[in-house]
């Protein structure tokens, strides 16, 4: 990455159409929650206690959305695709409960500074900062691109992933820097934090984008030597516009929450079919729905997609299927006359937990 790629992705938060609104809309939500916050301290009546109810239900809802949000940025620039609009679904309880696992370790680490800033504040400060540096971006992108909480604090993936993103993943070193420079300097004039709420939503999704832009290099979700298939930027805006997508994706989920997969499943393969490239559409379209919180919907999709893959000589995505598929269920089995192929396929990439799967 070049230092002139880094400034627009750190500026795109807020020059981008997409990025612009979610940050916002967070920033708004977040305020308002810090308002009451600061409402309920300053009363000790009972619209006090309104007022700390209420940022309470405003934060369960904005924390995970936001968790999501800067997963799903990640994901999308790291398989070089636009990014969506914000999606409010992205605030249901039970949507994408695999990604909040990404609070866990975020919540060890603020854990791990509380014990030790009482003793030694520097300390404190240094190691949470330099655990928080090195890892969180590595476990984000991991869990972002496989959907798999123990894949994504896997201290081999994570090295391994670390050893593929060198030297580029070094940016990350001053924007750190950068990072608690400001927030320093704002928040000994930003009393309130309002102004330091913003500031540290920007960081993180511009954050997030980065580390999405430096992560397109490889593909990261299948782990595998087979190089990560792409196509340009202009071959992917034949595709349906992000709306009808959206739109179709969202007929297609309320069939499918209701039963009907046969009738969610041929709603959007008739979508993908009046698209200049179906197969890649549909491949778009798996990816969409291992964010939802129908497990086992993706599985039955990839019994589908993985030999028409496998047919286009889509090798590569489709490793990155059946890899997703397992990490989702280790129980998944493709269907048992495209086994063969996969499993040659899996041989070729030394992908040895796909083998032992398939021989299972």
């Not at 060198?166 to 940016?171: C, K, S, T, Y």
Request: charged share 15%; glycine share 4%; proline share 5%.
């Amino acid at each position: 990455m070049t230092l002139n790629r880094l400034a627009r992705a750190l500026i795109e938060p807020v020059s981008n159409a997409v990025m612009l609104p979610a940050l916002v809309l967070f920033w708004v939500l977040a305020a308002i929650a810090l308002a009451q916050w600061h409402w309920f301290a300053a009363s000790d009546s009972g619209a006090g206690l309104l007022g700390t109810i209420g940022m309470t239900i405003i934060a369960v809802f904005l924390l995970p959305a936001l968790v999501r949000y800067l997963l799903l940025v990640i994901e999308e620039r790291a398989c070089r695709r636009s990014l969506p609009l914000l999606d409010l679904g992205l605030f249901g309880v039970a949507n994408s409960p695999r990604r909040l696992f990404a609070l866990v370790p975020a919540t060890a680490l603020l854990a791990l500074y509380i014990v030790l800033r009482p003793g030694a504040p520097l300390t404190a400060t240094v190691t949470v900062f330099t655990l928080a540096l090195v890892g969180m971006p590595l476990h984000a992108v991991l869990l972002a691109l496989t959907d798999s909480p123990l894949q994504s604090i896997n201290p081999l993936a994570m090295w391994r992933l670390l050893g593929r993103l060198l030297p580029a993943w070094l940016w990350l070193l001053p924007l750190g820097l950068l990072v608690v420079l400001s927030w320093q300097w704002l928040a000994s004039h930003d009393t309130a934090g309002y102004w330091l709420t913003l500031l540290g939503l920007y960081w993180l999704i511009a954050f997030a984008n980065v580390c999405g832009i430096l992560a397109a290099r490889i593909d990261v979700a299948a782990e595998t030597v087979i190089p990560m298939s792409s196509t340009a930027d202009d071959e992917k805006q034949a595709r349906l516009s992000v709306l009808e997508r959206q739109a179709a994706l969202n007929h297609a989920y309320a069939l499918l929450s209701r039963g009907n997969r046969e009738g969610g499943f041929a709603h959007l393969d008739a979508h993908a079919d009046n698209t200049s490239e179906p197969l890649l559409t549909q491949y778009d379209f798996f990816n969409a729905m291992l964010r939802w919180d129908l497990a086992d919907v993706p599985l039955f999709y990839a019994q589908s997609l993985l030999p028409a893959l496998l047919d286009a000589g889509q090798h590569a995505m489709a490793m990155k299927v059946l890899v997703q598929c397992l990490h989702r269920n280790e129980r998944f089995r493709p269907r048992a006359e495209d086994v063969p192929r996969l499993r040659a396929l899996a041989e070729q990439s030394r992908q040895q937990d796909v083998l032992r799967a398939l021989a299972g």
